[in-house]
């Protein structure tokens, strides 16, 4: 069983920067693409940034590219958001997510197969302008 909890989330303006934690009780000897995503009010869950815990791939969202950098600690059990020049659009609530086990980062790529099966309970993030 794996339990993520995120913190971080505020109030900021547009053009301001947060950064968001997620910790996470994982076994540190198994390798995972953990990741962060974000629900806005009305809209779809999306894909903000993943990452590979066994190794250097990251990807991110469009929207998000040059803004936001996803990053880990090396214990892996921590995983961390930056983001820079935030807008409005960028306001939602931020969930991390991990899954069971990866064999290499290239699951971790967003737009395919895997499958996240633990998720924390959000943090939120709200950006005015």
């Known amino acids: 069983q794996v339990q993520l909890v995120e913190s971080g989330g505020d109030s900021v303006q547009a053009g301001g920067s947060l950064r968001l934690s997620c910790a996470a009780s994982?076994?540190?000897?198994?390798?995972?693409?953990m990741g962060w995503f974000r629900q806005a009010p009305g809209k779809e869950r999306q894909a903000v940034a993943t990452?590979?815990?066994?190794?250097?791939?990251?990807d991110y969202a469009d929207s998000v590219k040059g803004r936001f950098t996803i990053s880990r600690d090396n214990a892996k059990t921590t995983v961390y958001l930056q983001m820079n020049s935030l807008k409005p659009e960028d306001t939602a609530m931020y969930y991390c997510?991990?899954?069971?086990?990866?064999?290499?980062?290239?699951?971790?790529?967003?737009?395919?197969?895997?499958?996240?099966?633990?998720w924390g309970q959000g943090t939120q993030v709200i950006v005015s302008s």
């Open positions: 994982v076994y540190t000897n198994r390798n995972r693409c």
């Open positions: 990452i590979y815990t066994g190794g250097p791939t990251t």
């Open positions: 997510a991990a899954g069971r086990f990866a064999s290499s980062g290239s699951w971790c790529y967003m737009g395919g197969t895997y499958e996240y099966s633990y």
